[in-house]
């Protein structure tokens, strides 16, 4: 059964705070979504991945070959058979992104207050005085007084990786800079960042479409993660996926990464199926005294709106180290406080020398931060901003979160078929996990019969507090009508293996009887 929870609007017992957490199978309601890469992609740090926390596997193709993506795709497989848990896959595309092209791959040092000339002329040497880049308009989109940021991975606060320039003259296609920090770049491709300024590119690359058509395809991707500056954005990228078969399932979660998607963010919202706040161009593009603002104002919206959020950019530092700052430990807690459905680990991950540490970490932070949710101020507000008349399947969500507090339930158990009612569950933020039972269903498209279910059950997989299980599809009529006993035993006895259910506990049932959707309360024996 469920304690009360602890808020931080009330007095805290100080002793309290240095009290050990309890251990649990779920390492926190927030999830983890993980970059796998170069110090991530054996079998054994994959499972160790997987058994810390992480629950979304992020492919990022803004480097390496299909090859090298799919044979760590491979690796993650096996260790989702050999841990027994779950994991989705997320494709992040690369979009309108301008690179710095260095075919020498020897570091670049650059020094502050010298010039250096950006030019479209990639046949040319990158040297401290001289960078080729893959736009031919940079010149005609800058002017005087622009900023541009350079680097491999944009200001992450520690390293002194990435590049401030200051436009001094464009000079026909070249573009002439005042560099305002030492740094020294190395690698062969930089990201280039023009500071509030619309880069005439589009969102979908041919080389993204390439990607999706053959490698997304391939391996059925839950996720499209996608760099959204407008509605139509979302918009085509949905259009296009609509054509590939399996993926016309695959959920597009729209990046937020500049001025124009901040301001574009209410229609991109209506369209996208789940937001992810970009922090680190982001953290660019705004003025720092209003990142926070705009993080809170966002993830409230989308709350509101019952859409997946997530945050990024948030432990950096432990891309080299063993422990995060005391500023990235609180700005963890307080995307979690802001209403985060997943954090989301790039570098860390990606690069970084303590992936399995990093996610555990976060994980840990997440699960003390949910601690002293003020999950009864989140529940008003949202019912308030819900309005009245409530729709049915939204009224029994609400009833189904509210009831569970009240008799302090230790889980509600939801049975659905597209994940839409597990979802509405999920947007009141219960304190307790939400085991979703996924009822699969036979379909045909005139040519063959699948079941559907394994998409569903994987894209709640970054919803917070929602944890899935896939129901026997031998008996979807008995399920369908909600008469099947022996899924809710299966689903109880998951509860029970896992130890989040216990004897005399209290259990929220959500499931459709007939065309009546039914809210019941079960108390279990010994």
Wanted: aromatic share 6%; with cysteine.
């Amino acid at each position: 059964m469920q304690s009360s929870p602890m808020l931080l609007e009330e007095p805290i017992r100080m002793a309290s705070i240095l009290e050990p957490s309890k251990p649990s199978f779920f390492p926190a309601m927030t999830k983890i979504v993980g970059t796998l890469g170069p110090k991530s992609r054996s079998i054994d740090t994959i499972s160790r991945c997987l058994d810390a926390g992480m629950s979304v596997a992020r492919f990022d193709f803004s480097w390496g070959d299909p090859e090298y993506h799919q044979e760590t795709l491979e690796n993650l497989r096996a260790a989702i058979k050999t841990t027994k848990k779950l994991c989705a896959v997320m494709l992040d595309t690369v979009g309108p992104e301008v690179q710095v092209v260095n075919r020498t791959d020897r570091p670049i040092s650059l020094e502050a207050d010298t010039l250096v000339v950006l030019t479209p002329d990639q046949s040319k040497e990158a040297t401290p005085n001289l960078l080729p880049v893959n736009f031919s308009e940079l010149s005609k989109a800058v002017k005087k007084g622009d900023t541009i940021f350079i680097g491999k991975y944009l200001f992450t606060g520690s390293e002194t990786t990435s590049v401030w320039l200051e436009v001094s003259e464009v000079n026909g296609d070249d573009v002439t800079c005042l560099i305002k920090n030492s740094a020294t770049l190395s690698g062969s491709l930089y990201t280039l960042h023009v500071s509030q300024i619309r880069i005439n590119l589009p969102t979908l690359t041919d080389k993204d479409k390439e990607v999706i058509s053959t490698w997304g395809v391939r391996n059925n991707i839950d996720f499209l993660s996608l760099y959204a500056r407008h509605v139509e954005d979302v918009r085509h990228a949905r259009d296009f996926l609509s054509k590939l078969g399996d993926l016309k399932q695959t959920q597009v979660y729209a990046k937020i990464e500049n001025i124009e998607g901040l301001n574009h963010f209410d229609e991109i919202l209506r369209e996208a199926d789940g937001v992810i706040l970009s922090r680190g161009n982001l953290g660019i593009d705004l003025p720092p005294e209003k990142v926070f603002l705009f993080q809170k104002a966002a993830i409230y919206k989308c709350n509101m709106a019952g859409k997946p959020v997530v945050v990024t950019r948030v432990v950096d530092t432990m891309t080299d180290n063993l422990r995060p700052t005391r500023a990235e430990a609180t700005d963890v807690a307080n995307a979690v406080l802001d209403g985060s459905d997943a954090i989301l680990l790039g570098a860390e991950t990606l690069r970084g020398l303590y992936p399995v540490e990093t996610i555990s970490i976060v994980g840990k932070i997440c699960a003390e931060a949910e601690k002293v949710y003020n999950q009864d101020l989140y529940f008003k507000k949202t019912v308030k901003h819900v309005g009245e008349p409530m729709s049915h399947l939204e009224s029994i969500a609400s009833s189904a979160v509210r009831a569970a507090i009240k008799v302090r339930a230790s889980v509600i158990i939801c049975f659905t078929s597209s994940g839409r009612a597990a979802r509405l569950i999920a947007k009141y933020r219960p304190t307790m996990p939400v085991i979703s039972v996924v009822i699969p269903q036979l379909k045909t498209d005139q040519l063959r019969w699948t079941f559907t279910g394994a998409f569903e059950a994987r894209q709640s997989l970054i919803i917070r507090g929602l944890f899935p299980m896939l129901a026997d599809p031998q008996h979807p009529a008995e399920s369908k009508s909600g008469a099947n006993e022996s899924i809710l035993k299966v689903a109880l006895d998951h509860g029970k293996a896992f130890g989040i259910i216990k004897p005399h506990d209290r259990v929220v049932v959500c499931q459709k009887v007939g065309d009546s959707s039914v809210v019941k309360i079960i108390e279990l024996e010994d």
